[in-house]
């Protein structure tokens, strides 16, 4: 059984930031599991924040690009959102999500409030 677990999450100041991390119980396949943080904001559909490809291929929402960094530890089975220079509008809950294959994984979802 593979999960994740989300932690980092928490109020935040409007320009500061935030560490997302995400603990994936894989064993040894992580390193070629592709990983993505996905938000969603109250009333609005989930979507894509940052994406890691297991070829190490990155992928940022617009809104992201600048400000997000997306990283993984394959010796730790741990991947992390690097948020800087955060806004009211990043306020979500955010998920973690695993992908190997045909099969994807999804974390519980840690909340992230941008208030002054």
């Known amino acids: 059984q593979v999960t994740l677990v989300e932690s980092g999450g928490g109020l935040v100041q409007p320009g500061g930031s935030l560490k997302l991390s995400c603990k994936v119980t894989?064993?040894?396949?992580?390193?070629?599991?592709?990983v993505k943080w996905y938000r969603q904001a109250l009333g609005k559909q989930r979507e894509l924040v940052a994406a890691?490809?297991?070829?190490?291929?990155?992928e940022y929402a617009d809104f992201a690009k600048g400000r997000f960094n997306i990283s993984r530890d394959n010796a730790k089975n741990t991947f992390s959102l690097q948020m800087d220079n955060v806004k009211a509008d990043d306020t979500a809950d955010y998920y973690c999500?695993?992908?190997?294959?045909?099969?994807?994984?999804w974390g519980q979802g840690t909340r992230v409030t941008v208030s002054p």
């Open positions: 890691m490809y297991s070829d190490g291929v990155l």
């Open positions: 894989a064993g040894i396949t992580f390193p070629v599991y592709h």
């Open positions: 999500h695993g992908q190997l294959f045909s099969q994807t994984y």
